[in-house]
Nanobody
Framework: QVQLVESGGGLVQAGGSLRLSCAASGRIYSSHAVGWFRQGPGKERTFISAIRFRGTSTVYTDSVKGRFTNSRDGNTVHLQMTSLKPEDTAVYYC???????????????WGQGTQVTVSS
């Protein structure tokens, strides 16, 4: 079993920054990834970024490259989001999955989700 507890999120103006955190516990191994997906209103849940849980390898979807940074501090994963845009508005979910996964259907465990709203 894996537990993922998210914190952060909120309301920010366009161009602003927010940081999400995900505290992970349980059976997570070096071959696993802890990452982030998001789901906007009326949209599918899509991949944003992942970090290898016992390493430093990271991967990002193109729309957030250069703006979002995924990092790990012990068992907590952080998503630093900068230059936020209104289209970044979504519920953001922390996810534990096999490394290399970018499909929500392959995620093993989800966090509870946190709302990020970017106003124009």
């Amino acid at each position: 079993q894996v537990q993922l507890v998210e914190s952060g999120g909120g309301l920010v103006q366009a161009g602003g920054s927010l940081r999400l955190s995900c505290a992970a516990s349980g059976r997570i191994y070096s071959s696993h990834a802890v990452g982030w997906f998001r789901q906007g209103p009326g949209k599918e849940r899509t991949f944003i970024s992942a970090i290898r849980f016992r390493g430093t390898s990271t991967v990002y979807t193109d729309s957030v490259k250069g703006r979002f940074t995924n990092s790990r501090d012990g068992n907590t994963v952080h998503l630093q989001m900068t230059s936020l845009k209104p289209e970044d508005t979504a519920v953001y979910y922390c996810a534990a999955s096999p490394w290399g996964t970018d499909q929500a259907t392959n995620v093993w465990y989800w966090g509870q989700g946190t709302q990020v709203t970017v106003s124009s």
